[in-house]
């Protein structure tokens, strides 16, 4: 059973959401008491990490984000943490937010660039957590000159410190609708998203800024059950980690499924040596490759793990139509299929393309996951979505969404899950746009969006990991998008995994990702 996923939504249909909320006796009030409590939650993990006792610094605006980080900061100084806060546009004498934190023992200040500077000279802490509750998510337009002066100080002075960022809901300065930041804008370890992300959070350059996503709950449910229902999703770590095959002892690799990728040719082996490679880590019982003799013969010796299936190629060792009819004899044996890595473009990958589309409408019941080459084939052939079954996924990258749907790069990157909303329904598939914060969407139009981006991933060959790791799942009899969801975030974790062990993002290549697939498995299967 899977757990619920997080929710993405606009800052206008938030407002609304509050205000009804408020309506059936959800108060604003009881609401900030809500999103400050599970803000609390996570400094005190935060800090709970260190072993130098960190104080705890809020910088608290006039809005509900500084009440937020008021509230919390004076959970946390009940407590015995040590607080303070630097408070914004609040009357310090009269705001009974700012009364009860000094009641608890928050070390509360004015935000005078002098006293900032005074105070950073003379604290003993040489470990600072940063709560960022300066400016709200209603923000937009430009900064003011109290607030870029306060920031900057801010910024300044941190540099100096071991020190850590939480943003509440956003970090100050950035429009939550548009993905827009301000030159000040500190950048987030964390942000701590109430009720659900703020779309812009994950378009650029917000998404740089904004650190790993958690969400809490301000107590929406209690009053309005089902409210985000009709949202988007973020696909969370505990969500995918609820897809993963249930594994039992007495299981044999028939248990497992069966996964066949067709592929390869003289020019890109490699690109099918990675695909399959990535399908036998997920756990599949079989992987086989299906490709022309020389490329079998070119990789093999390094697959010990991996059957064949030689299929007729031409003089480039490209599959061509002959390939597509020895290909469809051996489809009813395997569970899932990908069709696409290392194929190459050509007449007769075109012809090897309208072939296998062919032998799939007489077996429409295994699944398929199309990718790379496949796409580009894809692209030549009219009205190609309906001779695939809906039971189907397509992986392009913006580049390959622009040859499918004739739309520029920059209309797809301008609306990424609008786009891919609108074609997964128009095509009937489940389609993931690659990239940054990658977007799945399902034929009925439902999305789910990756937390993830990493430079990592900017290698070659990074696409045929992840289109081996989709293939595993949905030979192991997970649905499309599921298999997807799934094949998303473990892609992503294991290219983090291996920049954190290689040391930069730089130098992570495909290959890498393989061997960090079971680490990535391990740190799911551990939630």
Not at 243 to 271: E, M, Q, T
Not at 286 to 311: E, F, M, N, Q
Not at 369 to 380: F, H, Q, Y
Request: aromatic share 6%.
């Amino acid at each position: 059973m899977t757990v619920q996923s997080e929710k993405i939504i606009s800052i206008t249909k938030m407002r609304k959401v509050e205000m009804l909320a408020d309506q059936h006796g959800l108060s604003f009030a009881n609401m900030m008491e809500n999103a400050a409590s599970g803000l609390a939650d996570v400094i005190r993990r935060e800090a709970g990490k260190d072993r130098d006792h960190p104080f705890i610094l809020g910088i608290a605006g006039k809005g509900n984000n500084g009440g937020d980080c008021l509230l919390s900061l004076t959970l946390l100084a009940a407590e015995g943490y040590l607080t303070g806060a630097f408070c914004y546009g609040r009357d310090v004498q009269n705001d009974h937010l700012v009364l009860n934190a000094k009641s608890a023992g928050v070390h509360v200040m004015g935000v005078e660039t002098f006293a900032m500077r005074e105070w950073f000279k003379a604290t003993t802490s040489h470990n600072i957590i940063l709560v960022d509750g300066l400016l709200g998510t209603g923000f937009s337009g430009e900064l003011n000159q109290e607030a870029r002066q306060i920031l900057t100080t801010l910024k300044d002075h941190l540099n100096r410190y071991v020190s850590k960022v939480i943003a509440v809901d956003c970090p100050s300065g950035t429009n939550c609708d548009t993905g827009e930041v301000s030159l000040e804008t500190l950048r987030a370890d964390i942000t701590v998203c109430m009720a659900a992300v703020k779309g812009g959070l994950l378009k650029p350059p917000a998404n740089a800024y904004s650190g790993s996503l958690e969400v809490v709950s301000i107590g929406l449910d209690t009053v309005l059950p089902g409210w985000s229902d009709q949202l988007d999703n973020i696909i969370t770590e505990k969500y995918a980690a609820g897809l993963l095959p249930i594994r039992s002892a007495d299981a044999h690799k028939g248990s497992f499924g069966k996964a066949l990728v067709a592929g390869g040719s003289g020019r890109y082996p490699g690109a099918l040596s990675l695909c399959l490679q990535a399908a036998a880590r997920t756990g599949v019982g079989l992987v086989t490759g299906a490709s022309a003799k020389l490329v079998k013969d070119t990789i093999a010796c390094h697959l010990p793990d991996v059957t064949w299936i030689p299929l007729e190629g031409n003089s480039e060792s490209q599959l061509n139509s002959q390939a597509a009819t020895s290909l469809g004899m051996n489809l009813a044996k395997y569970t899932a299929l990908a069709c696409g890595p290392g194929l190459g473009v050509s007449p007769d990958t075109m012809s090897f393309m309208d072939y296998t589309l062919h032998e799939l409408q007489t077996q429409a019941d295994i699944p398929i996951i199309l990718d790379a080459d496949s796409l580009k084939c894809l692209s030549e052939i009219p009205e190609w979505w309906q001779r695939i079954s809906c039971n189907a996924i397509l992986t392009p990258h913006p580049g390959e969404m622009k040859r499918l749907t004739g739309l520029s790069e920059d209309e797809i990157l301008d609306n990424r899950i609008g786009i891919t909303r609108r074609f997964a329904v128009l095509w009937n598939k489940v389609v993931v746009l690659k990239g940054a914060f990658s977007v799945i969407s399902t034929p009925l139009g439902q999305v789910w969006v990756s937390p993830y981006a990493t430079s990592a991933l900017s290698h070659p060959g990074s696409g045929d990991v992840l289109t081996g790791i989709i293939l595993g799942y949905l030979a192991q009899k997970l649905d499309v998008t599921q298999a997807a969801i799934l094949g998303v975030t473990i892609h992503a974790i294991s290219a983090i995994l291996a920049s954190k062990n290689i040391g930069c993002d730089d130098s992570v290549l495909a290959s890498d990702l393989i061997r960090y697939i079971p680490n990535a498995i391990a740190k799911l299967r551990a939630i």
